[in-house]
């Protein structure tokens, strides 16, 4: 099995919807596009990355929404060095179409009461149902260890929420946990990087808004 040293999580670039929570009231979710802000973000990420993998070969995944191929392009990797696959399961959550503002909004305000690992927005997707498309990519890139000749760096281009989950399902945290943590800013990475001991450690964590509270004993 040929495990890459580094798995690479990058979350895209601001984007319209960052910017301005009106915007989805007018365009679908997976078509907005960066900002101006965004695109810088993502050259600096490139800058960034590019020193990271040097003259190695990378196998990158991207969400299929625009903000996420936009940041990886924005990357500048050397396409002759770079595997690149649009990857569906890496999508944003699903808060549900043509959002009324208000509306999110008010259900955000629920989501925070409630949990953001199992409230699901109406005609959207739960914490959970995100686990669980994550979970089921995850089992395909560890199979795609198997070739001999995989890369030795993987990038993956997503979304906040979907890079905390990955570490979630990755790194075997509980929901407590995953509930106690931020997403990452835009432009920003989180790596999975390969120990001497065969095992995987977060480069650096994610920020805590609070203490995890424990439902029990398996915490």
Known sequence: MARPRRIVLLRHGESEGN??????????????????LGRRQAEE?????????????????????????????????DPRRVRIREEPRLREQDWGNWQDREDVRRQKAYRDAYGHFFYRFAQGESGADVYDRVGSFLE???????????????????????????????????VAEFESLSNPG?????????????????????ERWCTPESYGFTD
């Open 19 to 36: 910017a301005d929570d009106s915007v989805y009231e007018r365009e679908p979710d997976h078509a907005l596009s960066l900002t101006p």
């Open 45 to 77: 990420a490139g800058v960034r990355l590019r020193e990271l993998f040097g003259d190695e070969r990378v196998s990158a995944y991207v969400s299929p929404y625009r903000r996420a191929h936009q940041t990886f392009h924005a990357l500048g990797l």
């Open 140 to 174: 395909s890139l560890w199979r795609s260890f198997d070739d001999p000749r995989h890369p030795p760096n993987v990038l993956l281009v997503t979304h906040g929420l979907t890079m905390r989950l990955f570490c979630m399902r990755w790194l075997h945290w509980s």
């Open 186 to 206: 835009n432009g920003e990475t989180r790596a999975l990087l390969l120990g001497d001991d065969g095992r995987y450690y977060l480069d650096r964590p994610f």
